[in-house]
């Protein structure tokens, strides 16, 4: 249960991560093009997956991040573009081998926006995944950006997820990489 493996969290005073540390730029406005209007995606990523209520019944509204899962600290006043750059650039030089399915994941709780969960928060997994083994040294900026894709892909209109009531997204890139924003915990899918 949620409860028994973490505890929920305290809001704490304003965070010590900025948004140049995190590579991204949230007053950014990205335009409508083409390739956004037809849900196509940058050369090199395969088709974006967007989770819906069939894959979980938590969401979290992403304008709220509280702090990372275990830690002290605290991310008061982050959304999710900032906490998923923040993540990025902390992994920013990483090298995976062939060695074996390697990944990197950090989890954050952020404030629940689902009438259906049962808890104030949900603990959102921000993940990157080497599926096939595939060497190569991670790029802060270049995971920045695929996580902002992700992001703002899935809560653009028509889409599964909002700003304020994200679900969740995985994409993977032609290394077979994948990205991954969501809630992996037993809870999240148990409502």
Known sequence: ??????????????????????????????????????????RGLSELFCLDSNYGKWAADGRYAIHEVGKKGNLNGKNIYEVAGKFCHEIN??????????????????????????FPFVPVQIQLMNMLRTPGTVSGKSCADIMAKIISTCTRPGKPSRFNHFRGAQVQDERGWSYSIGCVTDDCSAF
Do not use: C, V
């Open 1 to 42: 249960m949620l409860a028994s493996t973490a505890a929920f969290p305290n809001p704490l005073s304003k965070s010590e991560a900025s948004i140049s540390q995190a590579e991204i730029d949230i007053d950014e406005i990205i335009p409508p093009i083409n390739s956004t209007e037809h849900a196509l995606l940058p």
């Open 93 to 118: 030089g990483h090298k995976f081998s062939r060695s074996g399915r390697e990944y990197l994941a950090k989890s954050y709780w952020f404030k629940s926006s689902s009438k259906t969960f049962p």
